[in-house]
């Protein structure tokens, strides 16, 4: 099994930037998918940006396109997602999930470990 932490919300200034950060145990953290989802205040869970185990493919929700950098160091069990350029409507519970495989990565369902989530704020 995988256990997942998330670290790094906070309060911040729109304009800002953070960086979260997911701690992944598990002999096998190497072989899954990890995705980060948000979730709003009375919204449903969305997708924000995902990395395939192998590292080289990444794909990012349009609202964050060219602002997040999600990454993975393999090494450290450890995935990334570095958030720029933040928003008032970035405000969210940021959550790191891990899946067994990438097929329909934007789908919450499909990832088989979450974290318990961080609390990002971001203020006017």
């Known amino acids: 099994q995988v256990q997942l932490v998330e670290s790094g919300g906070g309060l911040v200034q729109a304009g800002g930037s953070l960086r979260l950060s997911c701690v992944a145990s598990?002999?096998?953290?190497?072989?899954?998918?990890m995705g980060w989802f948000r979730q709003a205040p009375g919204k449903e869970r969305e997708f924000v940006a995902v990395i395939m185990w192998s590292g080289s493919n990444t794909y990012y929700a349009d609202s964050v396109k060219g602002r997040f950098t999600i990454s993975r160091d393999n090494a450290k069990n450890t995935v990334y997602l570095q958030m720029n350029s933040l928003k008032p409507e970035d405000t969210a519970v940021y959550y790191c999930?891990?899946?067994?495989?990438?097929?329909?990565?934007?789908?919450?369902?499909?990832?088989?470990?979450w974290g318990q989530g961080t609390q990002v704020t971001v203020s006017s």
């Open positions: 598990g002999r096998t953290f190497n072989n899954y998918t």
């Open positions: 999930a891990a899946a067994m495989y990438g097929l329909g990565y934007q789908l919450t369902a499909r990832y088989d470990y």
